[in-house]
C-alpha cells in the first residue's frame, strides 16, 4: 500500500520568500511522485513529475522538487513566491508497476502569500 | 481540444435523490479516472476505465454509486439514494494508458447533499 504525509496544512510565506512545501510518502516500490496545484472550485493542474529519471524535477511557475529515496521525500521548492501562487497544493504517489496508474493523494498543504 | 469538461460544476439535491455526473474526456485519451474529494482532504481514488471497460472499484464505491463508459468516450457516476455523507468534489480525469503520462483533471462536480 501506498501513501502520502504533507507536513502543515498551512502554510504561510511573504511574498518574494522561499516556498517549502513538505512531502514524505511510503511505498513497497519504487514509486512515481507528483505534485499538483488547486485553486478554489477548480481542477488539479500538475505542477511536475518524477518518474525515475532525474531526481531533481522542474516544473511550471518555477517549482522545483527533489526526489529523495533516502528520506522517502518529495518536498516541492519555489525560491521567490509570488501572489498568484496562493493555492492549495497535492503531493501524490502511484505505483508504476500497478498497471492502473492511480493516484494516492495527500491531505494537502494550503499555500497563504502575505504581500 | 478543451480538456476534461465536467457537468454539472455543482449540484445540490435532497438526502434520498439520486443525482448523475458526466464527464468528457480529452478525445484521445483512453484511460478515465473518477476521484472524490472531501473537504481538507486529497482526492481519492474511486474507479477506472479503460476505454469502455471498468478495471478497478475502490472500496469506497459502495453499491449506491455506479460508473459508465458505454462508448469508451464519455463516462457517467451514478449516486443513487444519496446521502448527507456524499457531499464531496466530484473529480473526473482522463490519460493515455502508457507510463509517464499525466493524468488532466476537469473542474469537478460539488455535490451538496442537503
Known amino acids: 500500500a501506498q501513501s502520502v504525509t504533507q507536513l502543515g496544512s498551512h502554510v504561510s510565506v511573504s511574498e518574494g520568500a522561499l516556498v517549502l512545501l513538505r512531502c514524505n510518502y511510503s511505498s513497497s516500490v519504487p514509486p512515481y511522485l507528483f505534485w499538483y496545484v488547486q485553486y478554489p472550485n477548480q481542477g488539479l493542474q500538475l505542477l511536475l513529475k518524477?518518474?525515475?529519471?532525474?531526481?531533481l524535477v522542474k516544473g511550471i511557475n518555477g517549482f522545483e522538487a527533489e526526489f529523495k529515496k533516502s528520506e522517502t521525500s518529495f518536498h516541492l521548492t519555489k525560491p521567490s513566491a509570488h501572489m498568484s501562487d496562493a493555492a492549495e497544493y497535492f503531493c501524490?504517489?502511484?505505483?508504476?508497476?500497478?498497471?492502473?496508474?492511480?493516484?494516492?493523494f495527500g491531505k494537502g498543504t494550503k499555500l497563504s502569500v502575505i504581500p | 481540444d478543451t480538456g476534461v469538461s465536467q457537468d454539472p460544476r455543482h449540484k445540490i439535491t435532497k438526502r434520498g435523490q439520486n443525482v448523475t455526473f458526466r464527464c468528457d474526456p480529452i478525445s484521445e485519451h483512453n484511460r478515465l479516472y473518477w476521484y472524490r474529494q472531501t473537504l481538507g482532504q486529497g482526492p481519492e481514488f474511486l474507479t477506472y476505465?479503460?476505454?469502455?471497460?471498468?478495471?478497478?472499484k475502490s472500496r469506497l464505491l459502495s453499491d449506491r454509486f455506479s460508473a459508465e463508459r458505454p462508448k469508451g468516450s464519455f463516462s457517467t457516476l451514478e449516486i443513487q439514494r444519496t446521502e448527507q455523507g456524499d457531499s464531496a468534489m466530484y473529480l473526473c480525469?482522463?490519460?493515455?494508458?502508457?507510463?509517464?503520462?499525466?493524468?488532466?483533471f476537469g473542474q469537478g462536480t460539488r455535490l451538496t447533499v442537503v
Open positions: 476505465f479503460q476505454n469502455e471497460a471498468q478495471l478497478e
Open positions: 501524490a504517489v502511484s505505483d508504476p508497476g500497478a498497471g492502473s496508474y492511480q493516484l494516492t
Open positions: 518524477y518518474t525515475s529519471a532525474a531526481t
Open positions: 480525469a482522463s490519460t493515455l494508458a502508457t507510463l509517464h503520462t499525466e493524468a488532466f
